[in-house]
């Protein structure tokens, strides 16, 4: 395997659509990371999942943030502060303010000790671990004509330091096995973007030119979705390595 750069930022969605929170180190399971992207927002009338680059009703989605706490049950912030665990019997009333519509937390299967915590399906193909370089990164800004584009436009599992080396990268990983720190990974397929990337959260402003040149320069991809081989650590700085095909 040859080494292809190490390990920048590790990011973990515990509800999907809401802001996330960068970690220095996490376990990984085939499934991915513990608690990522576990929960989900759904309509409480009709029960489909939270979109955002969809339905502008949802967008202020992205103003919400997640986190969790080993141990305990994810939390969801609300821009005034005031956080809820997503079992709280208060949570839902609070969504559907913030909102202006009928609004509920649903789990991407069963929760345990919660038997009757409501469950809904992943409304876009779900993989264990979405991975992103700088590289690409860097390109996207070039394209774009700006100094930098944030990464939390596009919500990675692993943002890969590559050093100098510019381009869409990656994509040349797809089909390989690859090692992220002591991790097996395999690439399948290159992420396809959405209106998500261009949506404003708190410090990145609106952008459409964002999603409109990465369609046009690389046919609406940006980093790729990995399958996990097995259990393993992951930690900041830890080397990433590409070999042959998978």
């Known amino acids: 395997m040859n080494s292809v750069g190490r390990i920048a930022q590790i990011w973990r969605h515990p509800v999907s659509?809401?802001?996330?929170?960068?970690?220095?180190?996490?376990?990984?399971?085939?499934?991915?990371?513990?608690?990522d992207r576990r929960f989900t927002l759904i309509d409480a009338e009709t029960g489909?999942?939270?979109?955002?680059?969809?339905?502008?009703?949802?967008r202020k989605?992205?103003?919400?943030?997640?986190?969790?706490?080993?141990?305990?049950m994810p939390t969801i912030a609300f821009p005034d502060g005031t956080c809820f665990a997503v079992n709280d019997g208060?949570?839902?009333?609070?969504?559907?303010d913030y909102f202006e519509f009928a609004v509920a937390v649903a789990a991407h299967g069963p929760v345990e000790?919660?038997?009757?915590?409501?469950?809904?399906?992943?409304r876009h193909a779900h993989f264990p671990m979405h991975v992103l370089t700088t590289a690409s990164l860097q390109r996207l800004a070039e394209l774009r004509q700006i100094e930098a584009v944030d990464v939390r436009r596009f919500r990675p599992t692993v943002l890969i330091d590559t050093g100098d080396i510019s381009g869409f990268v990656e994509k040349q990983w797809v089909g390989r096995n690859m090692?992220?720190?002591?991790v097996a990974v395999q690439a399948i397929e290159e992420t396809t973007r959405c209106g998500m990337t261009f949506v404003a959260q708190p410090g990145v402003e609106d952008d459409p030119e964002i999603l409109r040149s990465i369609l046009r320069n690389n046919k609406r991809h940006l980093g790729i979705n990995c399958n996990v081989g097995g259990a393993g650590f992951l930690h900041e700085g830890d080397e990433v390595f590409v070999g042959g095909s998978a």
């Not at 989605?61 to 305990?72: N, P, Q």
């Not at 208060?90 to 559907?96: D, E």
């Open 179 to 182: 090692r992220v720190g002591a």
């Open 90 to 96: 208060a949570l839902n009333a609070t969504l559907s």
């Open 48 to 58: 489909a999942p939270a979109a955002p680059e969809k339905h502008v009703r949802w």
């Open 61 to 72: 989605a992205l103003h919400l943030g997640a986190r969790w706490d080993a141990g305990k």
């Open 17 to 35: 659509s809401l802001g996330g929170e960068r970690v220095t180190s996490t376990i990984v399971s085939v499934d991915g990371i513990v608690n």
């Open 113 to 122: 000790g919660h038997p009757d915590f409501p469950q809904t399906e992943y």
